[in-house]
Nanobody
Framework: QVQLVESGGGLVQAGGSLRLSCAAS????????MGWYRQAPGKQRELVAT???????NYADSVKGRFTISRDNAKNTVYLQMNSLEPEDTGVYYC???????WGQGTQVTVSS
């Protein structure tokens, strides 16, 4: 089992920044990639960004150039730096792992216009 604890969500005005963190514990040897999904009200959950243990990253087109994912393997923690936030970024952000999938509890991000 892997436990994921997220932090860093909140309310911010458009153009502002937030930094999300997700700390993993438990059977962390099973983890290769970590990343973030988000779910806006009334919409399906969508991939935001992923980072592998080796540092390879992947981003949704909608966040490229604004969001940066990073990882501290020594702390088993992944971060999502979100800049130039837009109202369309509003949603619940979930941390996840791969190849065995575990989910965090989610953290709310609200961007006001």
């Amino acid at each position: 089992q892997v436990q994921l604890v997220e932090s860093g969500g909140g309310l911010v005005q458009a153009g502002g920044s937030l930094r999300l963190s997700c700390a993993a514990s438990g059977s962390i040897y099973s983890i290769n990639a970590m990343g973030w999904y988000r779910q806006a009200p009334g919409k399906q959950r969508e991939l935001v960004a992923t980072i592998t243990r080796g540092g390879s990253t992947n981003y949704a087109d909608s966040v490229k150039g604004r969001f940066t994912i990073s990882r501290d393997n020594a702390k088993n923690t992944v971060y999502l730096q979100m800049n130039s936030l837009e109202p369309e970024d509003t949603g619940v952000y979930y941390c996840y792992t791969a190849p065995r999938v575990y989910w965090g509890q989610g953290t709310q991000v609200t961007v006001s216009s």
